[in-house]
Protein backbone atom coordinates (compact mmCIF):
# COMPACT_ATOMS: atom_id res chain seq x y z
CA UNK A 1 0.00 0.00 0.00
CA UNK A 2 1.27 3.22 -0.82
CA UNK A 3 -0.21 6.30 0.96
CA UNK A 4 0.16 9.82 -1.53
CA UNK A 5 -0.32 13.40 0.24
CA UNK A 6 -0.21 16.23 -1.85
CA UNK A 7 0.97 20.29 -0.52
CA UNK A 8 1.87 23.56 -1.26
CA UNK A 9 -1.67 24.63 -3.49
CA UNK A 10 -3.42 28.12 -3.07
CA UNK A 11 -4.60 31.33 -4.09
CA UNK A 12 -2.09 33.28 -6.84
CA UNK A 13 -2.43 36.02 -8.75
CA UNK A 14 -1.90 35.79 -12.52
CA UNK A 15 1.96 35.76 -13.62
CA UNK A 16 2.52 34.41 -10.18
CA UNK A 17 3.93 31.42 -9.18
CA UNK A 18 3.38 28.03 -6.60
CA UNK A 19 5.18 24.98 -6.11
CA UNK A 20 3.43 22.02 -5.15
CA UNK A 21 4.55 18.70 -3.14
CA UNK A 22 3.97 15.14 -3.49
CA UNK A 23 4.72 12.91 -0.65
CA UNK A 24 4.70 8.99 -0.67
CA UNK A 25 5.04 6.80 2.30
CA UNK A 26 4.35 3.05 2.57
CA UNK A 27 5.38 0.83 0.20
CA UNK A 28 7.46 3.12 -1.69
CA UNK A 29 9.85 1.00 -3.11
CA UNK A 30 7.03 -0.35 -5.34
CA UNK A 31 7.10 3.43 -7.20
CA UNK A 32 8.13 3.52 -10.17
CA UNK A 33 6.27 6.60 -12.34
CA UNK A 34 5.03 9.35 -10.25
CA UNK A 35 2.91 12.00 -11.80
CA UNK A 36 0.98 15.44 -11.25
CA UNK A 37 -2.84 15.56 -13.05
CA UNK A 38 -5.63 18.72 -12.41
CA UNK A 39 -9.39 18.68 -12.95
CA UNK A 40 -11.01 21.98 -13.50
CA UNK A 41 -14.47 22.27 -12.69
CA UNK A 42 -16.73 20.59 -14.75
CA UNK A 43 -13.51 19.16 -16.60
CA UNK A 44 -12.24 15.64 -17.02
CA UNK A 45 -8.78 15.33 -15.01
CA UNK A 46 -6.24 15.60 -17.66
CA UNK A 47 -2.29 14.91 -17.42
CA UNK A 48 0.54 17.40 -16.71
CA UNK A 49 3.73 15.79 -16.18
CA UNK A 50 5.16 13.01 -15.10
CA UNK A 51 8.94 11.68 -13.37
CA UNK A 52 10.21 8.40 -13.71
CA UNK A 53 12.87 7.23 -10.54
CA UNK A 54 16.10 8.20 -12.97
CA UNK A 55 14.36 11.26 -13.53
CA UNK A 56 13.17 11.40 -17.18
CA UNK A 57 10.17 13.44 -17.53
CA UNK A 58 7.24 14.15 -19.85
CA UNK A 59 4.94 16.86 -20.09
CA UNK A 60 1.72 17.95 -21.93
CA UNK A 61 2.04 20.93 -24.59
CA UNK A 62 -0.52 22.72 -22.08
CA UNK A 63 1.69 23.25 -19.65
CA UNK A 64 5.36 22.78 -21.65
CA UNK A 65 8.01 25.76 -20.88
CA UNK A 66 5.91 26.57 -17.38
CA UNK A 67 5.54 23.59 -15.41
CA UNK A 68 8.71 21.61 -14.04
CA UNK A 69 8.30 18.69 -12.65
CA UNK A 70 11.27 17.02 -10.13
CA UNK A 71 11.89 14.15 -7.58
CA UNK A 72 13.92 13.66 -4.52
CA UNK A 73 14.25 10.13 -4.72
CA UNK A 74 15.31 10.20 -0.88
CA UNK A 75 12.25 11.87 0.49
CA UNK A 76 9.30 10.25 -1.71
CA UNK A 77 8.55 13.41 -2.84
CA UNK A 78 7.49 15.11 -6.34
CA UNK A 79 7.18 18.66 -7.09
CA UNK A 80 5.70 20.89 -9.47
CA UNK A 81 6.97 23.91 -9.85
CA UNK A 82 4.23 26.40 -11.92
CA UNK A 83 5.24 29.49 -13.20
CA UNK A 84 3.31 32.15 -15.41
CA UNK A 85 -0.15 30.84 -13.83
CA UNK A 86 -3.63 32.11 -15.75
CA UNK A 87 -6.97 31.94 -14.65
CA UNK A 88 -6.72 28.60 -16.74
CA UNK A 89 -4.59 26.65 -14.68
CA UNK A 90 -7.27 26.71 -11.65
CA UNK A 91 -8.21 23.58 -10.17
CA UNK A 92 -7.07 20.72 -8.09
CA UNK A 93 -4.15 19.23 -8.71
CA UNK A 94 -3.67 15.45 -8.02
CA UNK A 95 -0.77 13.47 -7.49
CA UNK A 96 -0.22 9.97 -8.72
CA UNK A 97 2.24 6.79 -7.69
CA UNK A 98 2.29 4.24 -10.30
CA UNK A 99 3.32 0.73 -8.49
CA UNK A 100 4.85 -0.87 -11.74
CA UNK A 101 6.82 -3.27 -9.17
CA UNK A 102 4.32 -4.98 -6.75
CA UNK A 103 0.47 -4.32 -7.12
CA UNK A 104 0.86 -2.66 -10.72
CA UNK A 105 -2.03 -0.50 -9.78
CA UNK A 106 -2.07 3.83 -9.47
CA UNK A 107 -2.27 5.32 -6.05
CA UNK A 108 -4.06 8.76 -6.23
CA UNK A 109 -3.86 11.76 -2.72
CA UNK A 110 -6.71 13.73 -2.28
CA UNK A 111 -5.49 16.56 -4.07
CA UNK A 112 -4.40 20.12 -3.53
CA UNK A 113 -6.15 23.24 -5.23
CA UNK A 114 -4.58 26.09 -6.87
CA UNK A 115 -7.00 29.32 -7.81
CA UNK A 116 -5.25 31.95 -10.13
CA UNK A 117 -7.20 35.29 -9.58
CA UNK A 118 -7.13 37.52 -12.62
Known amino acids: QVYVVESGGGLVRTGGSLRLSCAAS????????MGWYRQAPGQEREALAE???????NYEDSVKGRFTISRDNAKNTVYLQMDSLGPEDTAVYYCKAKDDYCLHVDYWGKGTLVTVSS
Open 51 to 57: ITKDGYT
Open 26 to 33: GDTVCIAT
